[in-house]
């Protein structure tokens, strides 16, 4: 009925769609508005679409996947079982990125097996929050899909509206859509469909005013108030009360008993199910024929095509005015009915719904249940039954423990919304170790961290004296190391993490977690080849570690990449991050991959760089915190400013600084920060502003008492000190130079990449020391030496030496022009192949200087590869099939295709067998930005 504007958008996205742009669009509106209808009726209009539908259930919120899992159930089940994370309901431990990830491979198969592809979410804002994480992560990787997701909500849903909010911004092809009342020519069509006349404008205006063109409401006024009435210009007001309620139970009273039965057995329900089902909760012999009067009074609706023959009540309107409506009594004796019938999730909340005071028992039940829940990772469950066992206590001390243990399940989400709602209940609560755990934990989250680690110490030095405390030692000591860890006090987080390991009775990937812990703690004490010590009971082969040593794992990688190991991090990274796709659930799988991102910069992959930067921070979007993020806005800073895009490396350089602030520079952002506006200037060969941006990590505590300058922070200390060198050697401050190169020495264990770059500083500073001799000789030892393993892995430090060997060759006439041409060459290609165009700039400048030019690179007239387009071509060209690199990119197939066809256009060739020899080829121009 009506909605022709509504439906004229839908369409137009949906034919967006059809022509290869994934569009969404967000329907908001009140219960019983029509968003559904409109919804049905566009899917109707879909038939060359493969349409994917869910609803959100209440009693499903707290179920990991939920959604997602009945968007798969009409497929076929051998399509499905391609993807398993998608394959089976309530994935735990699972990612939402890595669910994403695979949904976005099933739309991208769906796509090629059938045409273009329709996603309807209703009551959206009952989905559990792994299904939305996940939908919200691939509709944002959506770039060249004929994909239509149309997402229904209730206008301002408390769970739902940030997160919808922040999506429809984040996308360029998303509408949002008000869905209101009816107007008056709608009402009037209604009206004249449902009199069977011609109703006067004196009416329909009379009409529109008295219900504001709500459909249900008009529907119900229509239905029950006689027609001599309505058109009785002289009345007032109409026999009727203006609420609902008592329209749809004046619908009641004129329809049979058991039809009436029905429709209480679907209201107490609230869900679609199988007609012999519903009847049977109804007590009825004869269903079928309780259905037509229900029907007829346009309270149901029925789908007696599908195998099943379901059935469910329209409007949530109805089903609250119906539920309302059931005497007490009745109405217990129905929810007791269906948990003999639904499934074992379902049946906890009707059996709840069924108590009519307090029930030790099924409290004890609940409780039980709620363990078994925890175990098996589904903390939002366990919380949900646990907050019921609550309420259905009849000892104070019971209630209060089992509402407590319920907020700490909920933190452990780390998606708290449950728990923080609880404050009031909480403070109410008798004191005690647990109580003030989890008041502890709130303050963290809310950003009170004096007061977090106030409480967080007290319950963990009280829980540790109590052996009966175990669980909450955990609980409480686990919080506890992200208050000490955020203010690097890592001799405390070792000591907290060390002895809440010694509780013991920790299930293996929490004991990999605090592990973890222990290890940063260390690493923040006394460096990363200690806190490397804590690791050693990891497998040497990364792919040979369990999935719950994921977490350490991660940190291993870490801590070799802090120490310039580049190899031996990529495995471990690399690892952590490819088992995370497939569903292992790393808690450090995020920061994993941004720093990876670090790792391809440093290697020399920058393409890489980038796409793991950008996947980074995908992953983060969906995210309600950000660990992780600073490294990855690094690594994007450093790529940028490598290749002189100066606009957008000051710009996310800019953005990071602002977000380390508003964290309250923390230690871990503050050195991301600083090294991001460290590189940008050494990029621009501003030695004075790369001592600028150093500021921050310097210790003033040590200033004054000799020319050294110390460092603050452990990670990347090795990178930190090397720009320190760069910096001071290039301001003149030489004396400084000196000492912070002895430091770089000591502190450097003669391994990984940083060999190239400690000689390429010492021979900087041997030509600022007057020493031309010996920085030719330190320039020639590392260029022409045989490079171990590790030699060769940063490619821009060595064109950075080359560059340097050459220039002196030149300045001193100690070689022939030749060699120093050859330095040059070397130099020039290794700057050409990163696309570094600033360091390139300097090279050819100094080559004119002293007469001499490079070989001018042979330029192809095509246009230049995006930097998606490069990330495609890179994986493709590797080797990697369409599926494989759409898995490791977070994209879909189609996307994969459409990037190939334009790389295939821009370089002239037809197939992916020609793809390497062309990347190797062409002399690609750096694009102005990414597309």
Known sequence: MGRLREVDQLSACAAKARDGEAWLAVVEGEAGIGKSALAR???????????????????????????????????????????????????????????????????????????????????????????????????????????????????????????????????????????????????????????????????????HTYTKGHPLYLRTVLAEVPVSTLQDDEAQRWPIARTLRIGITSLLEQIPPDSVALLEAMAVLDTRLPLVTVGQIAALADPTRAVGPALAAGLARWWPAESESPVALVHALQRDAIYDAIAPERRRALHAAAAGVVGTAAAWAHRVAAATSADAGLAAELEQSARGEAVAGRNALAATRLLWASSLSDDRADRERRLLTACAQSLLTLQPVTAVKLRSQVEDCAPG?????????????????????????????????????????????????????????????????????????????????????????????????????????????????????????????????????????????????????????????????????????????????????????????????????????????????????????????DTLSRVTEALGSPPTETVYAALAH???????????????????????????????????????????????????????????????????????????????????LSGRLAEARGRPRDALEIYANAATGTPDEDGDTAPLFRAMLEHSYGKLLVATSSGSRREAARWFKSAHDRFGALRAAPFLERCDADLAAIGLTASAPVRSRVPALTERELSVAHLVAGGRTNQEAAAELYISQKTVEYHLSNIYAKLGISSRRRLADALRNQQLRTPGRPD
């Open 433 to 653: 170790t647990l109580r003030t755990c989890i008041l502890g934990v709130m303050d963290l989250l809310d950003g009170r961290f004096v007061a977090a680690e106030a409480r967080l110490t007290e319950a963990w030095q009280q829980a540790l004296a109590d052996p009966d405390s175990g669980w909450t030692a955990v609980l409480a000591g686990t919080f506890l190391t992200v208050v000490t860890i955020r203010h690097s006090r890592g001799a405390e987080t070792v000591d907290i993490a060390g002895k809440t390991l010694a509780v013991g009775d920790l299930d293996p990937a929490t004991s990999d977690f605090t592990r973890a812990v222990l290890a940063t703690g260390r690493m923040w004490d006394q460096g990363p080849r200690a806190a490397l010590r804590d690791l050693t009971h990891l497998p040497t082969v990364a792919a040979e570690a369990a999935d719950h040593q994921l977490d350490t794992l991660a940190t291993r990688g870490v801590m070799h990449l802090f120490l310039g190991r580049l190899p031996a991090a990529r495995a471990d990274l690399a690892t952590v991050a490819r088992r995370d796709q497939q569903g292992a659930g790393s808690k450090l799988s995020h920061l994993s991959l941004s720093l990876l991102a670090v790792l391809e910069y440093l290697a020399g992959d920058w393409n890489a760089s980038e796409s793991a930067a950008e996947r980074a921070l995908a992953i983060a979007a969906i995210q309600d915190h950000v660990l992780g993020d600073a490294p990855a806005w690094f690594a994007t800073v450093c790529v940028e400013a490598g290749r002189g895009q100066w606009e957008a490396a000051q710009g996310h350089a």
């Open 41 to 207: 009726r566009l899917a109707a209009s879909l038939g060359d679409f493969t349409v994917l539908w869910a609803t959100g259930d209440p009693l499903e919120t707290d179920l990991p996947g939920g959604v997602v899992s009945q968007l798969m159930r009409r497929l076929d089940r051998a399509v499905v079982a391609e993807f398993p994370l998608l394959a089976h309901d309530g994935p735990v431990g699972v990612s939402p990125h890595a669910v994403g990830g695979q949904l976005l491979l099933l739309l991208g198969a769906l796509q090629e097996a059938g045409g273009p592809v329709a996603v309807v979410v209703d009551d959206a804002h009952w989905a559990d929050p792994l299904s939305l994480q996940a939908l919200s992560f691939a509709l944002r990787r959506l770039w060249a899909d004929r994909v239509l997701t149309v997402l229904l909500t209730r206008s301002h849903a408390e769970r739902t509206h940030q997160t919808l909010d922040r999506l429809t911004r984040s996308l360029d092809r998303a509408v949002r859509m008000e869905i209101g009342g009816l107007d008056e020519d709608d009402v009037a069509q209604m009206a004249r469909r449902m009199l069977d006349v011609r109703p006067a404008p004196g009416l329909v205006e009379r009409l």
């Open 678 to 760: 460290a590189m940008l200037a050494q990029a621009r060969a501003d030695h004075t502003a790369v001592l600028g941006a150093l500021e921050p990590l310097i210790d003033r505590g040590t200033a004054g008492r000799d020319e050294r300058i110390r460092l603050r922070f452990k990670p990347f200390w090795l990178w930190q000190q090397s720009l320190l060198v760069e910096a001071l050697t290039g301001t003149g401050q030489l004396v400084a130079a000196a000492l912070a190169l002895d430091d770089l020495r000591a502190g450097y264990d003669g391994t990984g990449y940083m060999r190239v770059v400690l000689a390429w």
